[in-house]
């Protein structure tokens, strides 16, 4: 398939109007986009990722108006949480209406749906005037997508076009709050914090499986590996000098090192040195967390080691992406 790199709105949303699938910027990450109402649309996404087709994916609206044609009930608590929170980096986890496509939500009762707050993805979303149902735009496993670049990177020749509208802004996922459970759960933490939600409406909870490496996943897309660069990845726990010293010793083994590191951190005699972001500011983290772990794929290493530099907030999200990546791998 061509794959056009130029799209106007108005062409991407004629594309998937006719059942095409369509890259769009969001805040969050790129989204691989089509019609959330025809399963020929949506197969065409699985085939594209490579994704299994027992992951559900979120469905997008431009106004509050279509959400009757996504969820067929909007509990007290979810209109809150939509009151409060979109156009945002939220989704929220409803009963879903009988004309989403059966694949959108591989075969559940719930769908995810969110407004998100990018100005190109409003505009296509109006333009449209369709749901579309969109995961992240890379290949199932890969960083999502925070530039145009990524997106081409993985998906050329997979895709009828990508709307390029530069860096995403907050750089990871949308926070998942499934609101068919009383209390309301967190099944992904993301751009809107556990803080804001509980806020809002009160106390929640959170999936066990976020905090438990054991336990059984409550959201299908949270048991598979994700984000992760080909050289195996390790969190360091510890100070400096047990960083530098965990270094030379992989180097004494022979091996390349490649570290990520706060931007004027100290290199610590690594073979390759990534930066994202800065110390005490979460979202310079998360803007620049997965462009990083990309990059990290164009030099030759034989393990990646990496500082907890995040903080809260926003940084339990970074968080959860750097355990997935690094395989729930520390270095104690
Ligand atoms: O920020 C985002 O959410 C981006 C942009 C494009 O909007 N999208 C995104 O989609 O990250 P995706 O497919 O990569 O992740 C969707 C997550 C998966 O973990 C999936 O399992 C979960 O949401 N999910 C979707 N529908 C669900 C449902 N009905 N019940 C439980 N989990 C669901
Ligand atoms: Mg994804």
Redesign the pocket.
Known sequence: MDTRFDLTIEEAAALLRRGEVVAFP????????ADATSAAAIQKIFTAKG?PGD????V?IGLREQLSQVVSEIPEVAQKLMDAFWPG?L?I?LP?QAGIAEN???G?S???V?I?AHPAALALLQACKLPIA?????VSGRP?PTQARHVADDLTGKLAGILDGGATE?G???T?I?C?STPPMI??P??VTREQIEAVIGSITIAESLTDADSAP?????KYTHYAPRAPLYMVRGDDARFRCLIAEAQAEGKRVGILVPADQADYGADVVLTCGRIGDPLSVSKALYAALREFDEYELDVIYLAPFYGADLGEAIGNRLQKASGHRVMD
């Open positions: 969001t805040e969050t990450v790129y989204g691989l986009g994704r992951n559900p994916l979120i997008h980096p989704t986890i879903k959108v939500t591989a559940l719930s769908v995810g969110r998100p969109a995961p992240s735009a890379n999502s907050i990871l996922e949308s998942v499934d068919t099944l992904r993301g751009g409550k959201s299908p897309g949270m």
